[in-house]
Structures are given as structure tokens and as C-alpha cells.
């Protein structure tokens, strides 16, 4: 590329370059001082008289100073300087300009970027012969048929080029086609964005630019709207300078390319870029001290004009008399019979599209305040409403949401008109519609915000809050109706002034832009500086057709086409809503957000990022090219849940059995086994009757504690019942099977101290082991001891006798109780399962029971807790001796199921 450049940009053709540049520029400089005084008078003039037009019903919301981020994403990029593709990061900013990175982690750090592109003047182009068609304009005589190979081998099937007519052209490539659609909507937003680079809110600087730009075209025979009125001043003015210079180092340079066709035409591409950039360096510094000149004499002349308002006035009243009494009746022969006819016609052609690019916009608002509206109600109120508020706040920044509303634009065609007025491309009028559109929406948003959050202090509920959207949604769109007529009504004069009073005055100009001169003589010469003779001669030209423009647009609205507003039908402004508007920026994140942890807080940014990354099934996440876009209607996108909900979805869930909650629970749960001695050993001493048989632990460290009770028959009844109603009549008072015969009460549980502290009694004695087990609430399996078994037994006995007989009953009984025990609402299921399978399976060893118990015990804890200490009360010692082997099975079975557990 810089032997390209170099050879053939060698020093005589940039000294030429900067020769042409600076004679562009002093015939600028005299245009620009002589309008720059003119704007200054009539913003002047425009303060004291005031505005008569229509006030905004909707708020306007005030440039925003921190910096925000429209959009950011991954990109195949073309490398001019080692012709390679490579993938870049790009963000673009609030300003639109596309800044690339080298990585995501480059951005991240805040090291600086490897390039900025400023869209102005660029457009978009999604296909390789687009491309090629354009390309065989830089170079007339040299064209490249349409479908031949391109100089660039693309790496995918969806290319985007941003083709300049000066500048350097830009080759993305992305892997699919809707990411293809993304940043085609993006990019077409920064181009629309940049191409309207003057700023509004200057009143006297951009009149007098675009007035001086107009004035030197129209010198060189240049009228009609230009295309290339796009950027930044600088901009514009190198593309004025590019204008006459490209053709002529085109002819200087072309014959001396070499090679192919293709070959030659990226050459020029080269070539062409650095005398750009020449030019706008040089321009740059000119132009400032250009402004920076008619702006320290602005201060005098603004006195001497504030001083001599009224005189000034009455000079130029007088002077435009003299003008209109001499042009007046040329031009509105020239308006009959060559404008009038067409007036109808080209204001259908704007009303169409324009009327239902507004209407989309309409229903767009509409719909997202619904959506919101639906969620809010549905997910949480005002906890939600702060999340969904702040990304209604961003919808007008939205390219891809808001490119539905900007296509409708694309049907605006001027055929045949645009020939007659001389109207070189309609693109001037669709970026201003698609402009106004865009501000719109932001102003009925912003409006929306501020009524919202006025109502949300006498709204605590979701139906308040539902019924307050509701109203306030129809007041802004009331509102947004009316500045929309208003909007259109302007747009549709102002473009329809573009288009003929360019046509007018080359009819005109002829005839009598030689006879003007003579009128400077009615001017006095302090007055000389903001009345200047072209200028009046322009707006005489205008008066001549403004009334037929006013007329076309009036009928327009008095037949309510296109739902235009009469010009009769004013509505006054609101003052207590303007006030809202003056006020601090609602913050909605921080104000209405849900209050969580910070690690909560993180956690929800990081699933937002995983719900808006497009991530392609078939494509691995390192070639994914559009990573952290916001959400549009094409993604369908799963909402952010808040952490209630999450609870609930994991509460509906089956659980894990490895869930270290679940583990815990089953550890604390507290299983009895009930089983019937007989009632010879029932100790009638004590108070309730019963007998307390506790097993010795081996080991301090141990954690479960295993208790057997000796109990009436009233009270293993009550627990049968209480805890198995279905077996309540197997089990009752007068059942024959269980009357005179005790039942035995097995506890497996975790320590007492873990689920109650001990309690003492009036004297400060510990209470006893009843007691102390009865408020760890032990679950009770009555299950009839082997004795009781043999005794009732009729069933035939095995070849073992009298032992099998009493373990195939033992087996039968603990199987029923434990299905029992399945079935209630107690425990889940898989510890009934567990405890039949188990107990069911036991071995009758009267020796090997006890140690296994205090072993499994013992095992049990030093996996689980290795601080806890169990202390077993010292009466509790004593009762390993009256324990019988019957027992010691139902032991054994009942330490094995909290084991399994």
C-alpha cells in the first residue's frame, strides 16, 4: 500500500493538492465571514420578536453526559496491510463512530483502540456485486463485470462493505445471516447518525456553514440537494474540495496504473484514501481559526446589532420591497407553471412512507409498554419495574428494534420527479425522517419516565401499578400524536423547499442574478454586514412558492390524511409537566431495582450476558461473531428470573440425593421402631408405666444413639395410631393380637443436643431420658417382638424350627410398618424403601448386632461431623444388660436404615 501511494502521490501532486485546497478554502473564508454575520443578526432578530410556532407536548430529554454504549460485538475484519482476515472486537459508543479493538480483553483493560471509523458519508452494502457496481465508477474507463471474482477472497457468505466515494472502504464478514442484519441495522444507524454531524443547537455557526456551502455550489452552476452534505464541518468541506480535485488527479494518476483491472481499481482505492486525509489535515487547521476569527468579533457586532435592531429592520423591509417589486412576478409565472402541477404529487410521494414510519414508531411504543406492563404484574411489581424501565429507556438507541421503523423510509421514490428538480438522491430526506422518528420515540419515552415515576408514590400494588402504566400510556401517546402531526407537517414543508427553491433559482438566476447588484445601493453601509442582496433575492423566491406549499400541506390535514393535525387545533403545553423535565435523570436501576446481596447482583449480570449471547448450536463460541448485542423481536429471549423464583423452579425440581441439604435432613430424622415384649417385664415402678433400655455407645464421638422402651399396650396403641392410621384396626385396644403384651419403642436419632439442649427440671436436675426423647419427636414403627411372634405364630415352620418361624414374622411385620412408613407424608419415599430392604435382611446374630450398631455408629459420624461430641446420661449405662436378642435385632435394623441414609 505505501509504494502504491508514494509512487504515484509523489511531492508535486501534494503540493497540488494543497494548492487547490487552500483556493477552495479563501473563496469558503469570504462566504462563510459574510453569512456568519447574517445568522448572527437573525438570532438576534429571532430572541427579541420570539417564536410563534407549536409547543412540544412531549418532554425533550437533555443530552445525557456519561458515555453509554449502543452496541458491541465480534467481527471479521479484512487487514489491508497483510491481506488476512482477523477477528476484532468493535464498540460503537454513543457518538456512532465504530471503534475496533483487538480483543473483548483489550477493551477491557481500557488500552487504546487500533482504529476509529467515522461513518459519515459510508454506506452499507451486504452483497459483493453492490459493491463492484460502485467500484466501476471510481474509474470510468475501467469496469468490472458483474458475478467476476472479486480482488477479495471473503471468509464467509454474508460480507458487509463500507464503501466511501473518497475515503477507505471497510470488509466485515460475520458467520451467519441474522448477525448479518445486526450490523447491517447498526452500522446504517451510525452512517444515518454521522451524516447529520452539524449540531442544532448551534443557531449561528451551522446556518452560516451551510449557508456559505450552498452559496459556493450554486457559484459553480451546483444546485439541488447534495449528497455528500455529510459529517462534520471538516468533513464536508473536504468533500467539497474532493468534488473538483478526485476527477482531476483521476486523470493524472489512471493512465499510470498498472495490472489487472481489479488491481487498478484498489490502487486508486489507496490512492485516493491518503489525499483525503491530506485534505481533511489541512482543512482542519484552517477552518478553526476560521471560527475562531468571526467568533471574537462576534461580540461587538452583537451590540451594535441589538443597538440598531429597529433601523436594521426597516433597511432590509425597504430593500426586500425594491427586490419583490423586480423578481416577484418572473417567479411566480416560473412556480404556475412548473412547480404548482407537482406539488400534490410530491407530497403524496413523502407523506406515504414517512406517515408510516411514525405509525410504526407509535406501535412500537406501544408494545413494549404493554410487554413491560405484563411482566411487571406477572414477575414482581415495583422490584421489577426498575429493570424493565431502563431498558425502555434505551429503546430509541435500539438499532435493530428500531429498524422496523426506519425500512419504511425505503419506499420513498421521486420517479420522474427527480429528474425535473434536479434532485440527485433521495437519501437526504430518509436519514432526516428516520432522524425525526428516532427523536420521537426518545421524547415520548422520556415523557413516559417522568409521569411514571410522579404516579409510583400513590401506587404500592400491582394493580395500581398496572392501571397507572395503562393511564399514563394513553396520555403519552395522546401527546406523541400530536407533536407527530406537528413533526410531519414541518418535514414535509421544509423538504419540499428543498426540492423546488433550488429548481426556482436556477430558472431565475439567469435573468436576474445579473440585475441584483444594482439593489446594494439601498442598503446603508453600517447595515451592509447582515443585509446582503443574494440572500433577500432567495427569500423573495421563497415567498413566491411558500403559499402553495402551505396550501398543498393544509388540505392535507383538513382531510386528516395520514392522521395530520389542522393547523386550527393548538394545545398549549402542560407547565407542570415541563417542570418534570428539568429535574435529576431518573436513575431506575438504582431506585426500584431489586435489593439483593452484591453476590446475587453479580450472578444476575452474568446470566443476562449468557441470555443475550447468540450462541449457534453447530459453531463453536470462538467464531462467534456477535456477543453481548442487545435483545430484539428476532431473538426470542428467556426473561431474567429473580431469585424468589429460582427458588421456587429448584422447591418444584426433584432434588438431588447427593444435595448436602438433603443429607443433613436425613441425618436429624428421627425413626422409632416399635415391637412387643412381653409384659412380665413392663417395670410398673415408674411413673408411665414403661421400662427405658438405652444401648452403650463404644465411643464418646459417636452421634447416634440408639433407646429402647418397654411400654402398655395403651401407649404403643395411641403411637400406632397416631403415626399408621391405615393399620389403626390391626393395631387397636381390642385387638386380641396386641392386648396383654407390651410394645418395645427403638429410637435412632441424631444427638439430643443437636435438636434440643438439655433441660433441667425445678431442682436443676437434668430430665430424664423420656423426656429428652420425646422433644427430639421421634417417628414410631411398632413392631411385635420375636416372642410375641412365636406366640401368635400360625403359620408352618421351616426346616430351621422355631427361629426361622420367628425371622420370616419379624420380616413380614417390619415389612408392612415400613411400607406404612413409606407411604405417610413423614419422610420421602426412598427411606421407606431403604428400611424395608434393609430391616427385612437381618441377620439373627445376638453377638455381632451390638458391635455392628456401635461401629456403623461410630463410622457414621466421623464422616459427617468430626467436632460434635454425644453425651449419654450416666442412668442410661445401666440398661445394656436387660437387653434381649429380639431387641438387638430391631437395633441393629433401625442403625442400618439411618446408615443407608
Not at 43 to 69: C, D, N, W
Not at 82 to 89: A, G, V
Not at 222 to 239: K, P
Request: glycine content about 4%; overall charge negative.
Amino acid at each position: 500500500m505505501g509504494d502504491v501511494v508514494s509512487t504515484h502521490l509523489d511531492e508535486p501532486k501534494r503540493h497540488y493538492v494543497a494548492e487547490k485546497t487552500v483556493k477552495v478554502l479563501e473563496e469558503f473564508k469570504k462566504s462563510y465571514e459574510q453569512q456568519y454575520n447574517v445568522a448572527l443578526f437573525n438570532k438576534i432578530r429571532y430572541e427579541v420578536e420570539g417564536s410563534g410556532g407549536p409547543q412540544s407536548q412531549l418532554l425533550i430529554r437533555k443530552p445525557s453526559k456519561e458515555a453509554k454504549t449502543i452496541f458491541s460485538g465480534n467481527l471479521f475484519q479484512y487487514l489491508e496491510e497483510n491481506k488476512k482476515w482477523r477477528n476484532r472486537f468493535f464498540l460503537i459508543p454513543d457518538n456512532y463512530s465504530a471503534v475496533c479493538y483487538e480483543t473483548k480483553v483489550h477493551y477491557e483493560r481500557g488500552l487504546h483502540p487500533k482504529a476509529v471509523i467515522s461513518c459519515a458519508g459510508y454506506k452499507v452494502l451486504t452483497s459483493v456485486d453492490q459493491y463492484l457496481e460502485l467500484l466501476n465508477t471510481c474509474l470510468p474507463g475501467l469496469k468490472v463485470k458483474p458475478g467476476s471474482t472479486p480482488f477479495i477472497k471473503y471468509a464467509s457468505q454474508f460480507p458487509i462493505i463500507l464503501w466511501h466515494p473518497y475515503g477507505r472502504h471497510h470488509y466485515f464478514c460475520v458467520l451467519t445471516e441474522k448477525e448479518q442484519h445486526k450490523w447491517v441495522a447498526v452500522f446504517q444507524d451510525c452512517v444515518r447518525y454521522s451524516n447529520d454531524g452539524l449540531p442544532e443547537e448551534s443557531k449561528v455557526e451551522t446556518p452560516a456553514f451551510t449557508d456559505a456551502v450552498r452559496l459556493y455550489r450554486q457559484a459553480r452552476d451546483q444546485y439541488g440537494t447534495w449528497e455528500m452534505l455529510c459529517g462534520n464541518q471538516v468533513q464536508i468541506l473536504s468533500n467539497l474540495v474532493m468534488e473538483d480535485l478526485q476527477p482531476e488527479l483521476r486523470n493524472m494518476i489512471s493512465p499510470r496504473l498498472k495490472g489487472k483491472v481489479q488491481e487498478r481499481q484498489r490502487a486508486w482505492i489507496q490512492i485516493s484514501d491518503a489525499v483525503y486525509r491530506l485534505v481533511q489535515d489541512q482543512i482542519k487547521n484552517q477552518y478553526d481559526i476560521l471560527v475562531r476569527r468571526c467568533e471574537d468579533g462576534s461580540t461587538n457586532m452583537e451590540s451594535a446589532f441589538r443597538t440598531d435592531m429597529d433601523q436594521i429592520i426597516t433597511s432590509k423591509e425597504h430593500v426586500t420591497n425594491k427586490i419583490k417589486a423586480f423578481v416577484l412576478p418572473k417567479s411566480e409565472v416560473c412556480v404556475r407553471n412548473h412547480v404548482q402541477p407537482y406539488i400534490s404529487s410530491i407530497l403524496e410521494a413523502l407523506m406515504i412512507p414517512t406517515s408510516q414510519g411514525f405509525a410504526e414508531v407509535r406501535d412500537l411504543f406501544f408494545k413494549e409498554v404493554i410487554e413491560m406492563n405484563k411482566n411487571v404484574v406477572n414477575e414482581g411489581g415495583k422490584e421489577k419495574l426498575g429493570e424493565y424501565m431502563e431498558k425502555l429507556s434505551q429503546l430509541a438507541y435500539h438499532p435493530v428494534k428500531m429498524q422496523g421503523c426506519y425500512e419504511k423510509m425505503d419506499n420513498l421514490h421521486l420517479e420522474g420527479l427527480q429528474q425535473r428538480f434536479d434532485v440527485s438522491s433521495t437519501a437526504v430526506f430518509k436519514q432526516r425522517a428516520q432522524i425525526l422518528m428516532k427523536e420521537q420515540m426518545d421524547n415520548a419515552v422520556f415523557t413516559f419516565e417522568q409521569l411514571l415515576h410522579q404516579d409510583l408514590g400513590n401506587a404500592s400494588s400491582k394493580e395500581e401499578i398496572c392501571k397507572a402504566i395503562q393511564r399514563i400510556q394513553d396520555r403519552v401517546l395522546k401527546k406523541y400524536d400530536y407533536d407527530s402531526s406537528t413533526v410531519r407537517k414541518k418535514f414535509f414543508r421544509e423538504a419540499l423547499l428543498q426540492i423546488i427553491i433550488p429548481f426556482l433559482l436556477k430558472k431565475l438566476s439567469p435573468t436576474c442574478k445579473s440585475e441584483l447588484p444594482k439593489f446594494q445601493e439601498f442598503i446603508f453601509e453600517d447595515f451592509a454586514k447582515c443585509i446582503l442582496v443574494e440572500n433577500v433575492f432567495e427569500e423573495v423566491v421563497l415567498m413566491s412558492v411558500m403559499k402553495d406549499i402551505n396550501s398543498a400541506v393544509k388540505e392535507a390535514a383538513v382531510q386528516r390524511r395520514h392522521n395530520l393535525y389542522r393547523d386550527s387545533i393548538v394545545i398549549n403545553s402542560d407547565p407542570s409537566l415541563q417542570l418534570l423535565g428539568e429535574g435529576v435523570p431518573i436513575d431506575w436501576n438504582t431506585e426500584f431495582s431489586e435489593q439483593a446481596e452484591p453476590v446475587i447482583q453479580d450472578k444476575r449480570k452474568r446470566m443476562k450476558q449468557v441470555v443475550s449471547t447468540i450462541i449457534q448450536d453447530d459453531l463453536p463460541l470462538a467464531l462467534e461473531s456477535c456477543i453481548d448485542v442487545p435483545a430484539h423481536e428476532g431473538i426470542q429471549e428467556e426473561p431474567d428470573k429473580e431469585v424468589g423464583e429460582m427458588d421456587s423452579d429448584l422447591n418444584a425440581c426433584p432434588k438431588s440425593p447427593d444435595s448436602v441439604n438433603e443429607i443433613r435432613g436425613m441425618l436429624t430424622k428421627v425413626v422409632t421402631l416399635e415391637t412387643k415384649v412381653p409384659t412380665d417385664q413392663v417395670d410398673s415402678s415408674l411413673s408411665n408405666g414403661s421400662i427405658v433400655q438405652e444401648v452403650k455407645e463404644v465411643k464418646e464421638e459417636a452421634t447416634k444413639e440408639v433407646k429402647v422402651e418397654a411400654m402398655p399396650p395403651a401407649n404403643a396403641d395411641a403411637m400406632v395410631s397416631s403415626h399408621c392410621p391405615e393399620n389403626k384396626d390391626a393395631h387397636s385396644q381390642d385387638s386380641p393380637a396386641v392386648k396383654g403384651e407390651a410394645f418395645t419403642s427403638v429410637h435412632v436419632s441424631a444427638p439430643a443436643s443437636e435438636v434440643w439442649p438439655k433441660s433441667k427440671d425445678a431442682h436443676g436436675q437434668e430430665d430424664s431420658p423420656n423426656v429428652q426423647a420425646e422433644k427430639v419427636s421421634p417417628v414410631h414403627f411398632p413392631i411385635p417382638s420375636l416372642e410375641s411372634s412365636q406366640s401368635h405364630s400360625t403359620e408352618s415352620k421351616g426346616a430351621s424350627g422355631q427361629e426361622d418361624s420367628a425371622d420370616f414374622q419379624l420380616k413380614e411385620s417390619v415389612h408392612v410398618f415400613a411400607q406404612s412408613w413409606n407411604g405417610s407424608s413423614l419422610l420421602p419415599p426412598e427411606i421407606g424403601e431403604v428400611g424395608t430392604r434393609k430391616v427385612s435382611d437381618v441377620v439373627i446374630n445376638q453377638k455381632e448386632i451390638v458391635s455392628e450398631v456401635t461401629d456403623s455408629a461410630s463410622e457414621d459420624i466421623s464422616t459427617t461431623t468430626d467436632n460434635q461430641e454425644c453425651s449419654v446420661p450416666p442412668a442410661e449405662e445401666n440398661v445394656m444388660a436387660n437387653v434381649q436378642p429380639s431387641e438387638h435385632e430391631i437395633i441393629s435394623s433401625a442403625s442400618e436404615t439411618a446408615e443407608s441414609s
